[in-house]
Structures are given as C-alpha cells and as structure tokens.
C-alpha cells in the first residue's frame, strides 16, 4: 500500500510556471512503483498527462504537454513532480497523481492502483 500527497498547485497567469510534487509514503517501496500524473477540468473526464517508469526512464506524454510539463521522480525522497512550463488557461484542472504497481499499460486510469487527493491549478487569461 501507498499513501500519496499532492502539492505546489495555485493561481498564476499564462505564460508562468509551476511544480507540482507527490510525496508517497506507507511500508512499500517507493521505486517499485510506475508513477503517472492525471488532470480533471469542470465538466471533464480525468486524462492522463505524463508517466514515468521506476527507473526514471522512458517518460511519456500527453499530446497537449509536450515541450512544456516534465516529469521526473527522486525515489530516495519517495517523490515525483511535474514541472510545468507556458502554461496555457486550458491547463486548468485538479492535477491527481497515481502509483502503478503491475503492468505495461501507463496511460488509462484503470492501469493504476493508488491516487492523490488532487491539487488546484488554475492559469489566469
């Protein structure tokens, strides 16, 4: 079992920047889990914004992010972030974090195990 805690979302304006971080904790080992990050709009169904195996390697991304957010994890502080760059209004959302613990299937919300309770982001025109 894993227990994971969103942070770093808040208010800023097109163009700006944030980090968003997802501390795990609980007996199981961090580095055997695959880590993804997941966003929910007013109104939407929750997509798949970008993973990362547990190793590091291999990052993956949703169309929409790319060249913009990077995902990255540092397994000795049990934490993944999101780094996001030129960030645009329609990246407002509740950004959820999720651990993977079986399988090859990163991008579906069914393919993980575990989730975050969600930080706000909003980006102002």
């Known amino acids: 079992q894993v227990q994971l805690v969103e942070s770093g979302g808040g208010l800023v304006q097109a163009g700006g920047s944030l980090r968003l971080s997802c501390v795990a904790s609980?007996?199981?080992?961090?580095?055997?889990?695959?880590m993804g990050w997941f966003r929910q709009a007013p109104g939407k169904a929750r997509d798949f914004v970008a993973a990362i195996r547990r190793s590091g390697a291999i990052p993956y991304y949703a169309d929409s992010v790319k060249g913009r957010f990077t995902i990255s994890r540092d397994n000795a502080k049990k934490t993944v972030y999101l780094q996001m760059n030129s960030l645009k209004p329609e990246d407002t959302a509740v950004y959820y974090c999720?651990?993977?613990?079986?399988?090859?299937?990163?991008?579906?919300?069914?393919?993980?195990?575990?989730w975050g309770q969600g930080t706000q982001v909003t980006v102002s025109s």
């Open positions: 609980g007996r199981s080992t961090f580095s055997n889990y695959g």
């Open positions: 999720a651990a993977k613990s079986t399988g090859y299937n990163y991008i579906e919300l069914k393919d993980y195990d575990y």
